[in-house]
Every structure is written in C-alpha cells, then in structure tokens.
C-alpha cells in the first residue's frame, strides 16, 4: 500500500503535510487534488510527494480525487514548499497562489434524518430536541448554517450533538458549489436540414418562416437574442420554432478573453541601438546557455533610465526565448498594467500573450488560467501574482521596475517577494530572470556588483530627437523662500515656470508624495526634523496625544515650541494634502484647467484611464497628483514637472526612506521632457543638500548608491543583513504592548541559549500603522544573518504575523 504526504486546507495544518493512505484502485500522482478526511471534516488537500512508508503510524484513506489531472507540477511544488519554509507561512497558502482560479471551496454540513428511525422509539425530548428534529424531518436534509440561523439559538450545535447521540440525526458533508465554470453560450440554430427548412417555412406563420429562413442562411452561429433582432420578432416565436422541432438551442463553451486584438496592429522589431544591442546580447546567450543546461540558471539587471528602450530588449529577448523553443512571464507593477502597456507586448506576439491581474473577473483568471496551462500562450504578462501561472517550458521571467515595492505581498501570508520567487523559479525550472528598472533596489544592485546578477546598462534615452538630454532639475531651498517672505506653496521659480508653461499652451505635472504625510514636524525656518537619538528615524507627530513617537525603539517626547537648532517658533510645519494642493493652485493659477489625480478619485475601475486621457487630450493644463503619475506615463505636451515638497518621503521613519525618495523624484523626473519640446523639473525642499536629491537632480544613481550602500553597512541594515519583522495585533492597546514585551523576553532567551551572537532586536514599539480595523499593533524586529532559522524553530502564538525580509512600513 503506498501513501501520500498532503498539504491540506485547512488553518491548523501550519507549515506540514499529512500521511494518508492510498486505498486500494485509486490511481495517485504528485500534484493531485484530493479529498481527505481531516478531524471530523472533509477538506481540500494536494498530494505533494507519494512515499512508501507514512510519517505516523495511524493513517487514514484518501477520500477521492477532485481533478483527474495533477493540478501542480513538480516545480511548483517545490515552490510552494521553498515559499512556506522561507517566508513562514501555512503550506497550503503557498500550494494555494499557484493553483486554478476559484480552486478552494469549502465543505458545508448538513443534517439529515437516518432512514431507520422513527416516531416510535423516539426517547422523551426537550422542547429545543423536537424542534430541531421537526425542522430536520420535515425538510429532509437541512444545512447545518441554515439551522443555526432558523433557529437563532447557540445551542443548536449542542442539540444536534444529542440527537445525533440518540441516532435521531445524522450528519453529511458536501462541497460548495464550484465558483467558475467554463463560460457557455446559447447559440440558436436549425434542427433540420437547410432544404428541409425551405419546405417546412412555407407552411408556417410569416414571424416564424422568416426565422427559420434566416437559420437557413446563416454561416456563423447566433445567439437568440441576435437572431430575434435581425428578424425582429418576439421570443415568442423563437420558442415556437424549437416546439415544432425546427430549430434547436446548442450550448457552446467561448473563452473570455481580456485582450480585445480588433484595435491592436502587429508591430516589429526596432534596429537596436548599440547599448540595446549588446544588453540583447548578453541576454540571448544567456538564454541559450540555460537552455542547452550549460548553466542551471542566470539572472540579469537591466539598469536603463526612463525612456532608453527597456522594452525593446524585453520584447527582442522574448521572441529569441520564444525560438528557442521557451515560454516566458512578465511582470509589471499593478499600476502599470494598463491597455498600452498590454498592446505593446501584443501587438508584437499577436494571439500569444495572456493577461493575470486580480481585475479580471473570476471567470476570465480561470479561462486564462487553463489555456495557459494547455501551452497556448508564449507569454503571460500580470501583476505580482502572474509569477505562479502554470506556463509550461517556462524560460524567461521579466521583472520590470523591479524596485518597485508593490512586488512585495505585505498584507497577507506567504508575504512574499516577486524577485525573490522568480529567481527561485527559475532555478527550478532552469529560466533566465531580467530584472528592469531605472531606479534599481539597492539590494539588487549590490548583488550586480558582486557579481551574483548580470549588469546591463542603457545609459542614454532613445528619444524623438537625436541625443536630447534627460530634463533639467532645479532645487529649490525652501528656507530661502520663506527668509525672502513667500509663504506660498509655490517657490518663486515654480510659479513663475507655471506661469509661462501655462500660456505657452505646455503642460505641467504638480507632484505631491502623500505616503506617510503631515505624520512628522519640521521647522519651516531651517528644516530641522526631530529624530530618534537611538535609532536615526524621524519621530512621528502622533496628533491625538499631542506626542512624538520613534515607531522602532518606541521613544517618546513632547512637541517642543521652539526649534533645537534655530530656537525659531515656526516648529510645527505639516506637510499637505491634494486637495490642499488644489485649492491654492487654483488661487494662483486661475486661467490653468486642473485635474486632480489620487487614490480618492480612481477608486472606480476605469477612472484612471479616464483621468490620463483626459489630460492627454489637452483637456487640462496641470495635473496634480501623487504617486500614480509618476508610473510610465508618455505626456509629450509635459515641459515641466514641480515636485511641491521632496520631504515628505524623506522623512519617513523607515530605513529606505532615502531610497525610495530618489526613485520616486527620479521616476516623477522622468515624465518631464518625453517630446519634442524638451523639458524642466523643479524639487522644492527644506532639506537640498540630502543626497537623494543631489543624486536624483543629478539623475546620479551611482552616486545615490554608493552613498546609500555606504549608510546600509554602517547601521548594519540590509543587504548586511535581513530583518525580521513580527506584528502583535490586539483590541486592548496595553495588552498588545505587554504581549510584544513577553515576546521580546521569550526571544531573547532562545537567542541566548542557542548561543546566537549574530541576532539582535529591536523595540517593542507600536507599528507605524498602529491602529489597523480597530485593532491596535506593535511590533519587534529581529535583525542579524538568519533570523527567519531561529523563527521557524518557535511555535509563533495566535495573533503575531510575521513578515521576512519587510520592505516598507507596517
Ligand atoms: P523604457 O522602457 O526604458 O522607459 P521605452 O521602451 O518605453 O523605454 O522606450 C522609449 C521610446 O523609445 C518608446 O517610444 C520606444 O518605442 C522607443 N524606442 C525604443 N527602442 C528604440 C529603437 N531601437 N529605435 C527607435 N525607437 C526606439
Ligand atoms: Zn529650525
Ligand atoms: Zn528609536
């Protein structure tokens, strides 16, 4: 007899498998979907290894096959086992992001009555016992949910219990209706022959000849609905014609697909330029030594500022993967999986590409899901969760803007990172990773420098005109501004270059970083910020207490009134809002047509689109926004860009707060210029000498590297290290913070005796969002060489989450 080693779906299988036998005549394969009994319930399970010998002694049998055919394959399996070993998470969650659409379905209870009982041998009942067996008798077979709420009592469960004892009732398990189906269409047609049809019509009534007349002709099938309208006539008379056994409903299985192609063009292969070409290059022999298993795998960092054709190398090295007999994945952030996007990459693979993102509808996922599966597509393009499409012979993953840190799963377990999981699949499969961007991660940049990645540069932009420069940036001093009596948002430079961009009929980009904002204190007299002595991170303003809280080490103060530095009263200086922004722009500008950009107002599905082309349309003269805009966006009418405050990221209580300023002003940068008519950005800051700003006006990433990477080995931060963050959430704030504490004492006790000397910890403090749904949050972070080995030898209490190598604020 041989078993099978099962993730099951089910919360309190945590990070194993489970032992079940095989029963004799069902035939098991790595990967299948299964029933397994599990306590007392039926539950979703995947076969992850067949073994001679199962892990416990006492086993039970497999209940049944749910799919035929394996729904994993063996790579995805050690996938789904590397995933929940390195991020910590249950297996199943792991097994889950890689299989069909709409897969987990849940068991539902019923009740029913035993075919052997009666009225007779009914012992005396309580009140509650014979109402719940009338219930149950008079319908049959009642779902346990049903009962619960008919009766509205919590000890229905208990009565049951009881009659269940008395073997009144009994209970059955079924599954939940499957989500998705394949999509099926009605489609009208004749039930006899078209000569036989001829004939027939001349004896009917003329609504009804005329239809089947028309089925007569028809060379492509239609619908009812079609049909009654190109003959005009009543449902009716459609029922009327199938009655008489002339015509006949045919059900028809159609694909929903997301990409409408009527509107795309194919397009070609540019001539590369030389830089393009010599990144293709590497690139193509890369892919061809992978694929003769001269190397296992390779991983590439395509390092190309905004607008040098990063694209076309991934589109050139696509169709060689595509030679060679591979299929490929590539990923973009959510935000910039937009339909031109899409286009560029169909019109050069037309009816090859697929799309996965989490908008599409449940139905189109599992559509694209299967045919990708079947090896109908060379390359699946989606967001973050694209990485686990089943496409078979995978050979080339792309990764663009891969610093961007939507690639990171935050919210909710296996917490993820794209990279980290492509890399990992490609080892596995034996692919080549291109990670693009003009800003990279700084992690993945110190791994092109030693030598782990490929570097490919792309220094200049390929652009409308021969050798047109990146735009011209301007750091405006804010203090100077203030010192000279503008109090205005708008330094004297930025309104006077609004001013003339306006009416010369240009248009302008007002950016504002809103992430974490009016959230710390500055002194608008000098710039000076309150940090944390300990930890170097800017203290956050908490407003309700009137304090500042260091969000690492918990360090707390009162707001002073005046400034430590200049002893100036003007201390308390928020930062501002888009709609602020608005309203003062209007003031100042009040011939400009505005449009206001952020996440209030996109909301909806389709307003993003609607917004851009609005302003693409010239429908507007300045669009104010925040982080959206600065994402990929091609305005050639935009000539200037105004950054109103560079602070607001910078001062963020987050060790990448220098990092991810200097991609976003560089990434906002990058939209200005894209034309003909050239093009200016102004960063407006209390804070110009900090080195983000210098690299990002300088358009400088070396330089912005090497001093980052400088601070990063200093504060022994990562790449030197990797973090660890765990989350405590709880209703009662005090408890919250007192069970952080036990943590931290329990930690240090198992760092201690392990004789760990590498791992160090820092808070309890309350998370950056402290308050999340109601419930507050406080965390710890562990920081040193391996944290997560010592955390997966600690049974993690209820309530804590723990998050692997963390990219942002929590
Ligand atoms: P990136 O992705 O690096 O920001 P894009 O791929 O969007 O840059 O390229 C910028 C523009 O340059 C696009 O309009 C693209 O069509 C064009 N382009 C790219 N490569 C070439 C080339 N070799 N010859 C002509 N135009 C090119
Ligand atoms: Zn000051
Ligand atoms: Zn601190």
Same mark, same amino acid.
């Given at each position: 007899m041989g078993y099978a080693e099962v993730s099951v779906y089910s919360p309190v299988a945590q990070r194993r498998t489970f032992s079940y036998a095989i029963p004799p005549g069902l035939s098991i394969d790595v990967g299948q979907a299964v029933w397994v009994p599990f306590g007392d319930k039926l539950l979703q399970g995947i076969v992850l290894e067949l073994t001679h010998f199962p892990s416990v002694e006492e086993t039970r049998e497999i209940a049944g096959i749910i799919e035929p055919y394996p729904v994993l394959s063996p790579a995805h399996i050690a996938l789904a086992r590397w995933l929940s070993q390195h991020y910590l998470s249950p297996l199943f969650d792991a097994v889950a992001l890689m299989l069909p659409p709409g897969f987990e379905r849940k068991v539902i209870t019923f009740i029913t009555t035993p075919p052997t009982s009666s009225e007779q041998d009914m012992p005396s009942l309580t009140q509650r016992q014979r109402k719940v067996l009338d219930l149950v008798r008079r319908?049959?077979?009642?779902? @346990?949910?049903?009962?619960?709420?008919?009766? $509205?009592?919590?000890?229905? &469960?208990?009565?049951?219990?009881?009659?269940? $004892?008395?073997? *009144?009732?009994?209970?059955?398990?079924?599954?939940?209706?499957?989500?998705?189906?394949?999509?099926?269409?009605?489609?009208?047609?004749?039930?006899?022959?078209?000569?036989?049809?001829?004939q027939e019509a001349a004896k009917l009534?003329?609504?009804?000849?005329?239809?089947? /007349?028309? @089925?007569?002709?028809?060379?492509?099938?239609?619908?009812?609905?079609?049909?009654?309208?190109?003959?005009?006539?009543?449902?009716?008379?459609?029922?009327?014609?199938?009655?008489?056994?002339?015509?006949?409903?045919?059900?028809?299985?159609?694909? %929903?697909?997301?990409?409408?192609?009527?509107?795309?063009?194919?397009?070609?292969?540019?001539?590369?330029?030389?830089?393009?070409?010599?990144?293709?290059?590497?690139?193509?022999?890369? !892919?061809?030594?992978?694929?003769?298993?001269?190397?296992?795998?390779?991983?590439?960092?395509?390092?190309?500022?905004?607008?040098? $054709?990063?694209?076309?190398?991934? !589109?050139?090295? !696509?169709?060689?993967?595509?030679?060679?007999?591979? &299929?490929?994945?590539?990923?973009?952030?959510?935000?910039?999986?937009?339909?031109?996007?899409?286009?560029?990459?169909?019109? %050069?693979?037309?009816?090859?590409?697929?799309?996965?993102?989490?908008?599409?509808?449940?139905?189109?996922q599992f559509d694209e899901w299967q045919r990708i599966r079947n090896g109908e597509f060379d390359v699946v393009i989606g967001s973050r969760s694209a990485i686990f499409a089943p496409q078979p012979d995978l050979g080339? #993953?792309?990764?663009?803007?891969? +610093? =961007?840190?939507?690639?990171?799963?935050?919210?909710?377990?296996?917490?993820?990172?794209?990279?980290?999981?492509?890399?990992?699949?490609?080892?596995?499969?034996?692919?080549?990773?291109?990670?693009?961007?003009?800003?990279?991660?700084?992690?993945?940049?110190?791994?092109?420098? &030693?030598?782990?990645? +490929?570097?490919?540069? *792309?220094?200049?932009?390929?652009?409308?005109?021969?050798?047109?420069? !990146?735009?011209?940036?301007?750091v405006v001093d804010l203090r100077d501004e203030l010192k000279a009596g503008n109090r205005s948002l708008f330094s004297r430079s930025l309104s006077q270059s609004i001013t003339k961009a306006v009416a010369n009929r240009e248009q302008v980009i007002l950016f504002l970083n809103r992430r974490g904002g009016a959230s710390f204190i500055q002194c608008r007299n000098c710039g000076f910020i309150l940090r944390c002595k300990r930890c170097d991170v800017t203290l956050t303003y908490h407003i309700a207490e009137g304090v500042l809280v260091c969000h690492q080490c918990?360090?707390?103060?009162?707001?002073? /009134?005046?400034?430590?530095?200049?002893?100036?009263?003007? #201390?308390?200086?928020?930062? #501002?809002?888009?709609?602020?922004? =608005?309203?003062?722009?209007?003031?100042?500008?009040?011939?400009?047509?505005l449009l206001r950009w952020d996440s209030d107002i996109t909301r909806q599905k389709h307003s993003h689109q609607e917004i851009l082309n609005k302003f693409r349309a010239h429908n507007a003269d300045i669009l104010i926004g925040t982080q959206m805009i600065a994402k990929g966006l091609d305005l050639p009418l935009v000539t200037l860009v105004g950054i109103v405050s560079a602070d607001t990221g910078l001062n963020l209580p987050d060790f990448r707060a220098g990092e991810r300023t200097f991609q976003l002003l560089s990434q906002v940068a990058g939209r200005a210029g894209r034309g003909t008519l050239g093009g200016k950005v102004i960063i407006q800051t209390y804070s110009p000498k900090h080195y983000a700003i210098q690299a990002a006006a300088r358009n400088d990433y070396n330089s912005f590297y090497n001093q980052e990477i400088a601070f990063r080995r200093q504060l022994h931060n990562p790449p030197f290290t990797r973090l660890a963050c765990l989350v405590y959430s709880h209703t009662n704030d005090v408890l919250c913070q007192k069970e952080a504490e036990r943590m931290k004492r329990l930690l240090i006790e198992e760092i201690n005796s392990r004789g760990i000397d590498d791992l160090s910890l820092i808070g309890p403090a309350p998370a950056f969002i402290h308050k999340l749904r109601g419930r507050f949050r406080w965390q710890l972070i562990l920081r040193g060489s391996e944290p997560s080995a010592l955390l997966s030898q600690i049974p993690i209490p209820h309530g804590w989450t723990v998050d692997i190598d963390p990219v942002g604020l929590t």
């Open positions: 319908q049959g077979k009642v779902n @346990l949910r049903q009962l619960d709420k008919a009766l $509205g009592t919590r000890q229905v &469960r208990l009565v049951i219990s009881q009659l269940i $004892g008395h073997g *009144l009732l009994t209970k059955s398990y079924e599954l939940e209706k499957v989500k998705v189906k394949p999509k099926k269409v009605s489609y009208l047609c004749l039930a006899i022959t078209a000569s036989e049809a001829q009534p003329s609504k009804q000849a005329s239809l089947v /007349n028309f @089925l007569s002709h028809l060379t492509q099938p239609v619908s009812p609905s079609e049909a009654r309208k190109r003959v005009n006539c009543s449902a009716s008379v459609v029922k009327a014609v199938i009655s008489k056994g002339l015509a006949e409903l045919q059900q028809v299985e159609v694909k %929903r697909e997301p990409i409408s192609y009527q509107s795309i063009t194919p397009s070609y292969p540019l001539t590369l330029t030389s830089a393009q070409k010599k990144a293709c290059e590497s690139i193509k022999s890369g !892919l061809l030594q992978v694929a003769k298993s001269y190397a296992p795998s390779a991983v590439f960092l395509l390092h190309g500022v905004t607008g040098s $054709g990063k694209t076309e190398v991934y !589109l050139q090295t !696509l169709a060689e993967a595509v030679k060679l007999g591979k &299929r490929s994945i590539v990923l973009v952030p959510e935000i910039a999986l937009t339909p031109q996007t899409i286009e560029r990459f169909a019109s %050069r693979f037309p009816h090859k590409v697929a799309v996965l993102h989490s908008k599409l509808s449940l139905g189109e080339l #993953i792309i990764i663009d803007e891969e +610093h =961007e840190w939507t690639y990171k799963q935050h919210d909710k377990s296996p917490r993820y990172h794209t990279r980290d999981v492509a890399i990992k699949l490609a080892e596995l499969t034996g692919a080549v990773v291109i990670l693009g961007s003009a800003t990279p991660d700084v992690e993945t940049f110190y791994h092109a420098q &030693r030598g782990g990645y +490929h570097l490919l540069q *792309l220094p200049e932009r390929v652009t409308p005109r021969e050798g047109s420069p !990146l735009p011209q940036v301007e918990n360090y707390r103060m009162p707001v002073p /009134n005046t400034c430590p530095r200049c002893l100036s009263r003007r #201390i308390k200086f928020l930062g #501002i809002g888009t709609q602020k922004l =608005e309203q003062e722009t209007s003031y100042a500008f009040s011939s400009a047509r």
